[in-house]
């Protein structure tokens, strides 16, 4: 079984700020995602491609503006892309994103809105990008209905589905009917991009994952419209604990979190909920008893913490003493 990671901070995490990030931090956290080698990403303003000039998303950049900014990170390895909410479906936009150079445009429709949806995803192929959808709200249908509107979406030849819990309502074993279902349908890759309203996001993602899905949402900090998304690095920490996920950097991603990203999103009154500290703590089993000599030994040293709590907790979680924490910490330089 093999799962990959789609990152929306930059289109579904723009909720927290309004409409979309400025430039400064959409240009941030490009480079952040890239540099972890994070495989897919979805960017933009909240609403999606042509949203500024149909819907009034000026509460955010152009589109122009974002896609002068991710030229740069093109050729980095992951595949970069923006949504399309069907209703706002316009055929130059597909050619904008054709020419910028994107990868996949993500269609996005409520459960049940497939037939205004099938002319944009035909469209997109006959440019030559990947065609994504989401299905949104798709608790609004029964599995066998969601099943039925993606094997009509995959005929018009989707690349990748989503069942979107839009507002964090579905509990894992609904998840699993959901994705048992899609998955039996379709043979295109079934996505879940989880919202945590009940607190469900990470059981859900692992409930998703354990049912056969390939790829799982997900946003920096959690960020995304209302309670959030599963967050990014809590994602990539538990799908690491089964073998998943591998080639992504998590301390490097921990690390751009806690040094770039963080300080960035004070300044927007937004409070990560789980530190990467606290997340470290979770993924090594290590006590924050212990915290202070970590600290203390890894800015002597100039080493990743996070990577240092975790390879000295691999060999002593009970008492990882300040001998050892050294002895590993001179290794790692």
């Known amino acids: 079984m093999s799962v990959k990671l789609m990152d929306c901070t930059l289109r579904d995490g723009a909720n927290v700020v309004g409409k979309g990030f400025d430039a400064e931090i959409t240009d941030m956290v490009l480079d952040g995602l890239t540099a972890a080698g994070v495989p897919i990403i979805e960017f933009g303003n909240a609403g999606g491609i042509g949203a500024y000039e149909v819907a009034g998303f000026t509460q955010a950049e152009t589109d122009d503006t974002y896609l002068e900014i991710v030229q740069k990170y093109l050729n980095r390895g992951s595949e970069i892309g923006m949504f399309l909410n069907a209703k706002r479906y316009r055929s ?47 608790y609004l249908l029964t599995p066998d209905e969601l099943a039925e509107e993606a094997k009509k979406l995959e005929a018009a030849g989707l690349d990748e589905i989503t069942i979107m819990d839009s507002a964090g309502t579905m509990t894992p074993d609904q998840v699993v009917q959901y994705t048992k279902k899609l998955k039996s349908a379709v043979k295109i890759p079934v996505a879940f991009h989880c919202h945590n309203n009940l607190g469900l996001s990470a059981a ?40 998943e996920m591998k080639d992504i950097d998590l301390f490097g991603m921990l690390d751009f979190i806690d040094t770039r990203l963080q300080p960035a999103m004070a300044k927007h009154d937004y409070h990560n909920p789980v530190t990467p500290l606290d997340l470290t703590l979770g993924i090594s089993g290590c006590h924050s008893s212990f915290l202070k000599t970590f600290k203390a030994v890894a800015k002597e040293e100039q080493v990743n913490l996070f990577k240092l709590i975790c390879e000295v907790s691999a060999i002593n979680q009970k008492n990882p003493n300040e001998a050892l924490i050294r002895e590993v910490a001179a290794k790692m330089k």
């Open 204 to 243: 859900n993602a692992v409930a998703a994952y354990e049912t056969g899905a390939d790829i799982l949402d997900c946003g920096l900090m959690g960020m995304a419209r209302s309670a959030g998304n599963l967050a990014t690095e809590i994602c990539v920490a538990i799908m690491q604990r089964y073998g």
């Open 92 to 138: 130059y936009n597909v050619q904008k994103a054709k020419d910028n150079g994107l990868a996949f445009l993500r269609v996005g429709a409520d459960a049940g809105d497939a037939d205004i949806s099938v002319q944009p995803v035909k469209e997109i192929k006959e440019a030559g990008l990947k065609a994504f959808y989401s299905l949104m709200k798709a």
